[in-house]
């Protein structure tokens, strides 16, 4: 079992930027695939940004390219995501997951472990 824990979401202006973090507990935070998905009213869940297990490998969506930053800890068992330039379209809840899977998955069903969400409110 993973346990997963997301802080860091708060309302901020259009252009700013927001830090999420993600803490993990339980089985060997290091072996796993780490991922930042999100999800806004009414819409699918969207995959946001992944890691491998030593943090090189990295992947992110369409949406936050060249805006967002996943990194991750492993000797602190964190995971970050720092997001700028940030857009009310950036508004959802973003969630924290975890999974055995390699390379980084972007699919929300290929993950096993899942935080309770942190809501970011991107306001214009």
């Known amino acids: 079992q993973v346990q997963l824990v997301e802080s860091g979401g708060g309302l901020v202006q259009a252009g700013g930027s927001l830090r999420l973090s993600c803490s993990a507990s339980g089985r060997v935070f290091s072996w796993y695939t780490m991922g930042w998905f999100r999800q806004a009213p009414g819409k699918e869940r969207e995959f946001v940004a992944a890691t491998g297990w030593s943090g090189g490998s990295t992947t992110y969506g369409d949406s936050v390219k060249g805006r967002f930053t996943i990194s991750r800890d492993n000797a602190k068992r964190t995971m970050s995501l720092q997001m700028n330039s940030l857009k009310p379209e950036d508004t959802a809840v973003y969630y924290c997951?975890?999974?055995?899977?390699?390379?980084?998955?972007?699919?929300?069903?290929?993950?096993?472990?899942w935080g309770q969400g942190t809501q970011v409110t991107v306001s214009s």
């Open positions: 997951a975890s999974t055995s899977r390699s390379p980084p998955p972007q699919v929300p069903g290929e993950y096993d472990y």
